[in-house]
């Protein structure tokens, strides 16, 4: 038996019973993930601190007493801030779309700026996302997750914000928050033929749209993943370079600071979106396959706290906050193996940003707090709060 298990409920809020309750198993392989990082930033800045790696640890540093500190934090207020975070993060997209205070960066206008600071509202969406679904099916019966008219609802907290983070254009956090709403919608119990409705739409609907819905630059990316050979120089160069990365480095890489591709400056956003190229050129199969397992292991751990939830809320958030990260990996895994378009989705944790750390922080944060509160139970009320 565990020690909440052993403990009387009032005992269960002790501060030093609490502590004791977070998963350190996660939180371990969390550091060693953004440590790999750092050690990446530090090496393809030539063996510097500057201008990368210690921008990221100190991030993470901050971040993660954050997270530890959410951990401690009873689920009832993730609960009651569902609705208002999405609400809000959605008034800031909102503003990026109506008002001069959207700032375009990279081709996308995704990004507010704030004058003393630029945020990406994207990337919080999809925690607004998660907290909004779970608040929804937790006060809703497994009949009406299965198939409902009310499925309108998830299905309207899905598709506004995917709809205008896509018209950004920011392609890359609209399929992540698209993806992440499809997961937590199946994980609640949709209906078998609703999903394979979906799917078959889905496969009908992306050639009309990469032909008539996407950007010059997003079309293109896609005909070059296609064939990254038809322009190597221009539009394929990410994925050619990222390639050769990937087979140079071998069985064993070549070692720690010596890739050619990260050092010589051939590989592009070789901080961010390409950095898992990197690691797979310096430390070979052995060490990228190392890397994937940490994740692995990050995400079955995550899954399993979730089942421990016996609330519906906290089972269906901590699933959702570890979907969204799973998604992360996927996409960035395909996208530097040639396997998907490049959309600038980075590798979490891994890749330098603050705004994409921020965000997988505060989900695990979330996800600690309900291994925390495992034995809580919260109201089936359908307003507000």
């Known amino acids: 038996m565990t020690a909440s298990a052993l403990t ?144 309108i609802f998830p299905a309207a907290i899905v598709g506004v914000p995917f709809i205008l983070v896509a018209k950004q254009p920011d392609l890359g956090s609209a399929m992540v928050i698209g993806l992440t709403g499809a997961a937590i919608m199946f994980m609640a119990g949709l209906s078998w033929r609703i999903i394979v409705a979906g799917l078959v739409a889905a496969v009908a609907f992306v050639p009309p749209f990469i032909m008539f819905g996407m950007h010059d630059y997003q079309r293109n990316r896609v005909l070059t993943f296609l064939d990254p050979s038809k322009d190597p120089s221009g539009t394929g160069y990410n994925i050619i370079q990222s390639k050769i990365a990937l087979g140079s480095g071998g069985f064993l890489g070549r070692g720690y600071g010596l890739g050619s591709q990260s050092q010589l400056d051939f590989l592009p956003e070789r901080e961010t979106d390409f950095i898992f190229s990197t690691v797979a050129e310096e430390f070979g199969f052995i060490g990228s396959f190392t890397l994937l397992a940490c994740y692995l292991a990050v995400i079955v751990i995550a899954l399993r706290i979730a089942s421990l939830s016996h609330s519906h809320f906290g089972r269906i958030a901590a699933a959702g906050m570890v979907s969204f990260f799973a998604i992360f990996v996927l996409i960035n895994g395909a996208m530097v193996m040639g396997m998907a378009p490049v959309v600038g989705v980075p590798m979490p944790l891994l890749s330098y940003g603050g705004s994409s750390m921020m965000t997988v922080m505060i989900g695990f944060g979330m996800v600690l707090s309900t291994r925390v509160h495992r034995y809580a139970e919260l109201p089936k009320g359908q307003g507000l709060f």
């Open 8 to 151: 009387r409920p009032g005992e269960r809020d002790r501060l030093s019973v609490k502590i004791a309750q977070i998963d350190w198993n996660l939180v371990g392989l969390l550091c060693i993930i953004a440590g790999t990082g750092t050690a990446m930033l530090y090496s393809i800045a030539g063996g510097s601190w500057e201008p990368w790696a210690f921008d990221h640890i100190t991030r993470f540093g901050a971040m993660l007493v954050i997270m530890l500190g959410l951990a401690l934090m009873h689920p009832k207020w993730w609960f009651r801030a569902a609705y208002p975070l999405y609400g809000f993060v959605l008034f800031l997209v909102l503003l990026i779309e109506f008002t001069p205070l959207g700032y375009t960066a990279g081709g996308a206008k995704n990004w507010l700026n704030l004058g003393f600071i630029r945020i990406q509202p994207a990337e919080f969406m999809k925690l607004g996302l998660v907290l909004a679904l779970a608040r929804w099916y937790h006060s809703h019966t497994a009949k009406e997750a299965r198939w409902s008219w009310k499925l």
